[in-house]
């Protein structure tokens, strides 16, 4: 705001403080809330008597015959566990190579239904088993842009490829007696 209008609104409250229309009007639009509020609430404004409750007739005792008793739950069924995370050797009469420019029904009838599928704009990516899922970081990967073959990330021995792949030749993981140690320079050396 401008400091002229602060100026006004500070005059005028000033000149209408001291008024008694502005305090009764005050006062009713305070009250009026306050009633607003407590029918909200559930509440009325002004407090009401308490009234004694009074006592209710003992229930009667219930029949004696026999009542259908509601049926215990069974217990929770714990999930079945996945498997543990180590790779399981993979078969399969699905083998072949496929080639660069091959359709995905041409992959799909070499190699079977794949384990997943997604789709990203242009390229669709192929997910098949290969027995290394654990130790390799991840399956058989089969790319393809506009629904043609244009590379493969091959793991397993039945699988092949014909082009050339994105991803060199597995390599066997090296394994340090005691693990890796990370050794850090003090500053200054």
Request: net charge positive; hydrophobic share 30%; charged share 20%.
């Amino acid at each position: 705001m401008r400091r002229s209008t602060l100026w006004m609104c500070a005059l005028l409250a000033t000149a209408t403080l001291g008024c008694r229309q502005v305090s009764e009007q005050y006062a009713k639009i305070k009250q009026t809330i306050a009633q607003k509020i407590a029918e909200r609430r559930g509440r009325s404004a002004t407090p009401q008597p308490v009234q004694q409750p009074t006592p209710l007739p003992p229930e009667p005792a219930p029949p004696a015959t026999p009542s259908a008793e509601v049926p215990a739950r069974p217990p929770r069924q714990v999930p079945e566990r996945p498997a543990a995370s180590r790779d399981v050797p993979y078969s399969s009469v699905d083998t072949g190579t496929i080639a660069p420019g091959m359709g995905e029904k041409d992959v799909y009838s070499l190699w079977g239904p794949p384990i997943a599928v997604r789709h990203q704009g242009e390229w669709t990516y192929l997910f098949f088993r290969n027995g290394c899922e654990y130790t390799c970081g991840t399956e058989d990967i089969v790319t393809l842009q506009n629904g043609q073959v244009v590379d493969a990330v091959l793991r397993w021995p039945g699988h092949g490829y014909s082009g050339q792949s994105s991803s060199p030749a597995a390599t066997k993981p090296h394994w340090k007696p005691g693990g890796d140690t990370l050794t850090v320079k003090p500053p200054g050396t």
